[in-house]
C-alpha cells in the first residue's frame, strides 16, 4: 500500500466524521424550529432530518463535486501531489475535529467555513499567500454579517405581517384561513426556485427561466388549492383562539423544514465529500483536479454519514437554535423557516458566499426580535457569534498543525 492508497482509506474515516458533525450540527438547523415549536417531537425531527438528508445527499447530491471547497486556494500551483494530498486529508480532519467541538458544546458553527479556514491553513503553509484567493476569502468573511441580518430583517417582516394580518384583527380563524394558503403558494414558490437553482438535479434539468417560473407558478397555485381545502376542514375544528392559528401553521413548519432537510443533503453533503473526492483523484492519477466524478457509493458515505450525526447528537443544536435564543410558536417558526430558505436561495443567485447555519441563527433572532429585545437571550446569542468568528482560524491553526507533523513524518 503506497502513501497514496493510505491516505484514500484515512480520508473515508475523516469525510465520515465530517459528515457525522455536518447531520449533528448544520443539518440539525433544519428541524430546529419545528422542534422548538412543538410542531414535532425530537425523535420525529431526528427520523424525518436522517431520512430525508441521506435521500438528498445520495439521489440529489451533486456527482460532479469542486474538489477544493469554495475556490479558497489555487492547490494546482503547489505543485507536488503529496503535499495537496496531505493538506486535504489535514484541512478535512481539523474542519471535522472543531465542528465537533461546537456540536459538544451544542453551539451551531459553519461546516462550510470551517472546511475554508481548514484549507486555507495548509495553503498557506504549502504554497504561500500567493496561493490564497483573498477575494473569495473577504466574501466568506462578509458572509459573515450578510447572512445573520437579512435572514432577522426578512424574518422580522414575515413574522410581523402574520401578526398584522391575523392576530390583530378581531376573527383569527376567518383570516387564518384567508392567509394560511396564500402563505402555502409563496412557500411553494419559494421552494421552487430552490430546487431548480440550488440542487445539483435542478440545475440538471437545465431549464429556461420562463420554462421554470411556468412550472414554479403551477406548483404555487396547486399549492394554494390544497391549502384553501386543508384550512376549510381544520377550521371546522378549531376554536376561535391563537391556538387555532398555530395549528394551521403547524402543517406549514412541517413541509417547510422537510424541504430544507432535503436540500441540505444534496447539497451540504460536498462540504464532507469535496476533500474526498479531491484526495480519491490524486491516489488515482497522481495528479490533481478542480473538478472529480464522485461515485455513488462516496455519496451514500456522506449520507449515512449525516443521518448518524442527527441520530446522535442532533438533539443538542436543535435544543440551542430551536429552544435557547428565544421561544418559539407554529407562526414563529415558519417565518423562521421561510426567512433562512430565502436568505440562502437570494445570496447563492447573487454570489455571495452563506452559511445555512448563520441564516437559521439569524432567522430565530428576527422572530424574538419582532416581539421586542427582552425576547431574545442576548447571552446564548453572543456565545454563538464568538464560535462563528473563531471558526475559520481555529481550523485554519489545526489544520496548519496536522499538516506540518504529517508532512514531517511523511518526507
Known amino acids: 500500500m503506497d502513501i497514496y492508497d493510505l491516505f484514500l482509506l484515512l480520508s473515508l474515516g475523516a469525510g465520515f466524521l465530517m459528515a457525522f458533525n455536518l447531520g449533528a450540527n448544520d443539518v440539525a438547523n433544519s428541524m430546529a424550529s419545528a422542534v422548538g415549536a412543538r410542531a414535532i417531537t425530537v425523535k420525529q425531527a431526528v427520523f424525518i432530518a436522517g431520512s430525508l438528508n441521506f435521500v438528498g445527499a445520495v439521489f440529489l447530491g451533486s456527482h460532479v463535486t ?23 486529508f489535514a484541512a478535512l480532519l481539523s474542519a471535522a475535529l472543531w465542528v465537533l467541538i461546537a456540536t459538544l458544546t451544542a453551539l451551531p458553527v459553519s461546516s462550510t467555513h470551517s472546511i475554508v479556514g481548514a484549507i486555507l491553513g495548509f495553503g498557506l503553509v504549502a504554497g504561500g499567500p500567493s496561493v490564497v484567493n483573498w477575494v473569495k476569502l473577504g466574501g466568506v468573511v462578509l458572509s459573515w454579517f450578510i447572512s445573520p441580518f437579512l435572514a432577522a430583517g426578512i424574518a422580522f417582516f414575515i413574522f410581523s405581517q402574520i401578526r398584522r394580518k391575523i392576530f390583530m384583527r378581531r376573527n383569527f380563524i376567518k383570516h387564518a384561513k384567508a392567509w394560511g394558503p396564500r402563505w402555502m403558494g409563496l412557500t411553494m414558490v419559494l421552494v421552487g426556485f430552490s430546487f431548480m437553482y440550488k440542487t445539483p438535479v435542478g440545475k440538471q434539468l437545465a431549464l429556461t427561466w420562463w420554462e421554470s417560473l411556468g412550472v414554479i407558478v403551477m406548483l404555487a397555485v ?24 398555530e395549528s394551521i401553521f403547524r402543517r406549514l413548519q412541517i413541509f417547510t423544514s422537510c424541504y430544507v432537510a432535503l436540500s441540505q443533503g444534496a447539497n451540504d453533503v460536498a462540504n464532507a465529500i469535496g476533500p474526498i473526492a479531491a484526495i480519491y483523484v490524486l491516489s488515482k492519477q497522481h495528479a490533481f483536479l478542480t473538478q472529480a466524478e464522485v461515485p455513488l457509493w462516496m455519496l451514500a458515505i456522506g449520507g449515512a454519514g449525516i443521518a448518524l450525526g442527527i441520530c446522535v447528537l442532533g438533539h443538542k443544536v436543535m435544543s440551542t437554535v430551536g429552544e435557547k435564543i428565544t421561544t418559539l410558536t407554529n407562526t414563529r417558526g415558519f417565518a423562521v423557516d421561510f426567512s433562512a430558505a430565502t436568505t440562502v436561495l437570494v445570496a447563492s443567485k447573487l454570489g455571495l458566499p452563506v452559511s445555512t447555519t448563520h441564516a437559521a441563527v439569524g432567522a430565530v433572532t428576527g422572530v424574538g426580535l419582532a416581539r421586542g429585545f427582552k425576547a431574545v437571550d442576548f447571552s446564548v446569542l453572543g456565545k454563538i457569534v464568538i464560535y462563528w468568528l473563531l471558526t475559520v482560524p481555529i481550523a485554519a491553526l489545526t489544520s496548519i498543525v496536522i499538516f506540518q507533523f504529517l508532512k514531517w513524518s511523511v518526507y
Open 222 to 245: 396547486a399549492a394554494w388549492l390544497v391549502g384553501v381545502r386543508m384550512v376549510t376542514r381544520l377550521s371546522m375544528e378549531l376554536d376561535e383562539s391563537v391556538e387555532g392559528v
Open 66 to 88: 469542486a474538489t477544493v471547497s469554495k475556490g479558497i486556494i489555487n492547490a494546482s500551483t503547489i505543485g507536488d501531489p503529496k503535499l495537496i494530498l496531505i493538506g486535504m
